[in-house]
């Protein structure tokens, strides 16, 4: 006994094209808002306010605790090979590259994703997109594109936090307590790390992942079902889709960085 027919595959693989299609016409559409968003400066200042001060505090503490942790393997390790002058660079570089960009993405789709994603839906399910559309207000530019460009501009500082707080806490825990010799810690940092390559990369896919996590959130949030279900499945929805895709795309910008 077959438990799919041939006609419902046909159906699941063309909504699921369909559902495709209509985000790159939506992704299309918040691209060709850059000029207009940005001479109402003001809402994607709001915006940016929303999602980069509200995530703040979470970034920060994060990253201290994440440079706690790699102080501490780091000098481990490396004190087998009678490197730990190095501890600096290690957790610098592991931070510029990776952590600071990947972890900076997580944290912003669980945070300020789903906040992004429950709020659009909530407002098509209290039918203000309706509203809008009826009186000719564009809810793409009005709504979903300052939050949009906002998202894309914080994520990199947002990184940019997260990487100087680890950093700090690798300090902290290499040189306050274990007593790695200060000067070796930060002429390590000095003449080990490429702006361009090393910092160049990390914004690099800080911005890409910025592009990846807001879209997500946006799409889910305007797709969503007008009823609480379809609120909390698509806030869901959010957190899988971005963390999955950031992950994907690290991969690839990995490869690509270390290969051209």
């Known amino acids: 006994m077959s438990w799919y027919k041939?006609?419902?595959?046909?159906?699941?693989?063309?909504?699921?094209?369909?559902?495709?299609?209509?985000?790159?016409?939506?992704?299309?559409?918040?691209?060709?808002?850059?000029?207009?968003?940005?001479?109402?400066?003001?809402?994607?200042?709001?915006?940016?306010?929303?999602?980069?001060?509200?995530s703040l505090a979470i970034i920060a503490v994060s990253g201290l605790f994440v440079g706690f942790v790699f102080g501490l393997q780091g000098y481990y390790t490396l004190q087998r090979y009678g490197s730990s002058e190095?501890?600096?660079?290690?957790?610098?570089?592991?931070?510029?590259?990776?952590?600071?960009?990947?972890?900076?993405?997580?944290?912003?789709?669980?945070?300020?994703?789903?906040?992004?994603?429950?709020?659009?839906?909530?407002m098509k399910a209290g039918e203000q997109i309706s509203v809008m559309e009826m009186m000719a207000v564009d809810p793409v530019q009005r709504v979903l594109a300052p939050r949009f460009w906002a998202g894309i501009i914080t994520m990199p500082l947002l990184?940019?936090?997260?990487?100087?707080?680890?950093?700090?806490?690798?300090?902290?825990?290499?040189?306050?307590?274990?007593?790695?010799?200060?000067?070796?810690?930060?002429?390590q940092i000095q003449g080990g790390v490429d702006v361009w390559k090393d910092v160049g990369n990390g914004v690099i896919k800080s911005i890409v992942f910025g592009f990846t996590v807001t879209f997500i959130a946006l799409l889910q949030g305007f797709e969503a079902q007008a009823t609480p279900e379809g609120v909390a499945s698509a806030t869901t929805k959010t957190v899988v889709a971005a963390s999955l895709s950031v992950l994907g795309l690290d991969f690839i910008l990995t490869a690509m960085m270390f290969t051209i």
Not at 15 to 27: C, E, I, N, S, V
Not at 44 to 53: A, P, S, V
């Open 159 to 187: 990184a940019a936090v997260f990487s100087a707080m680890g950093i700090i806490g690798g300090w902290i825990v290499g040189v306050v307590m274990i007593g790695v010799d200060a000067g070796s810690f930060w002429s």
């Open 6 to 54: 041939p006609s419902d595959v046909g159906y699941s693989v063309r909504r699921q094209l369909a559902d495709m299609g209509h985000g790159a016409r939506l992704f299309v559409r918040l691209l060709t808002t850059f000029g207009g968003s940005f001479k109402r400066f003001g809402l994607i200042r709001d915006q940016i306010h929303f999602l980069g001060n509200y």
């Open 86 to 122: 190095a501890l600096g660079l290690l957790v610098t570089l592991s931070l510029v590259r990776e952590l600071g960009p990947v972890v900076t993405a997580l944290l912003f789709a669980g945070r300020a994703g789903t906040s992004l994603t429950a709020e659009i839906g909530l």
